[in-house]
């Protein structure tokens, strides 16, 4: 673990933390990119096993002679703020042509962890200030700093993370299916034109743990390029048809 300026940071592998989990007694996570969504269950013990064994040579876990482990302060206090938040904002970045790109913000008594997952490992980020935590979320969407503000047309087309990778892959595959959510053909062909300029694609969605059981509160869509950004209404059920407008200042984006 490191202490940068502003920030603390501590760097866990998807092994480590469900070990700490299991010891800790808290055996549910949400975690961004759920890494254990494609292992069996032998694949899943042996990287707990594995995570167990590098807590300890890194020594964030020591043997107390007993069948308990000590576990190091800090590690401790943030793995509880990863398993108790009491809300939280789990965004994935879809760019055109890469791999997606996971991240959460867990809050627990009015302050956010940061929590990016990338190359198998989780990135913890503890900032001494609201105004860095936004910072840090925002480095980490990679949204364009200075969109323009021109006036253009609202646009409204269904499921955007299925529908912008299907884009990119295949557009008469996207023009099908934007037909299919009941476009006209005309309003499909120039929906499908102007979103062929987006090249990333974000989800925000929150949650709030209600009587031992998540409760999405919200789900939002931010997607451009370079120039300029779009945001989709903030939803809290789900829509046939999400409809973004241009965002011309990004100070005015709620995340979470």
Not at 1 to 7: N, P, R, V
Not at 35 to 43: K, M, S, V
Not at 84 to 107: D, N, W
Not at 125 to 152: A, C, K, T, V
Request: aromatic share 10%; glycine share 8%; proline share 7%.
């Amino acid at each position: 673990m490191a202490k940068d300026t502003g920030q603390f940071t501590i760097e866990l592998t998807p092994g480590e933390l469900l070990w700490l989990g299991r010891a800790l007694g808290k055996l549910r996570l949400s975690l961004p990119g759920d890494p254990y969504r494609h292992l069996l269950q032998a694949e899943a013990e042996a990287q707990v096993r594995q995570g167990g064994e590098s807590l300890a040579k890194r020594g964030l876990i020591r043997p107390t002679g007993g069948p308990a482990w000590e576990v190091d302060r800090f590690a401790a206090i943030l793995f509880e703020w990863l398993s108790e938040a009491e809300s939280f904002t789990l965004a994935e970045v879809l760019p055109r042509g890469k791999e997606p790109r996971q991240a959460g913000v867990y809050f627990l008594q009015g302050k956010g962890l940061l929590v990016r997952y990338e190359a198998g490992t989780y990135h913890l980020h503890l900032f001494e200030s609201d105004d860095d935590l936004r910072r840090g979320f925002l480095d980490f969407l990679g949204l364009p700093s200075r969109p323009s503000p021109d006036p253009l047309p609202a646009l409204r087309f269904p499921q955007p993370a299925q529908l912008m990778p299907l884009i990119w892959r295949d557009p008469d595959a996207a023009l099908r299916a934007l037909e299919n959510s009941g476009l006209s053909r005309s309003k499909a062909k120039s929906t499908l034109a102007r979103l062929q300029s987006w090249d990333f694609l974000v989800s925000l969605t929150s949650y709030r743990p209600v009587d031992e059981s998540l409760q999405p509160v919200s789900l939002q869509f931010l997607g451009g390029n370079e120039s300029r950004l779009w945001g989709s209404k903030v939803e809290s059920k789900e829509v046939e048809l999400f409809e973004f407008e241009l965002v011309g200042n990004i100070t005015t984006l709620k995340f979470f």
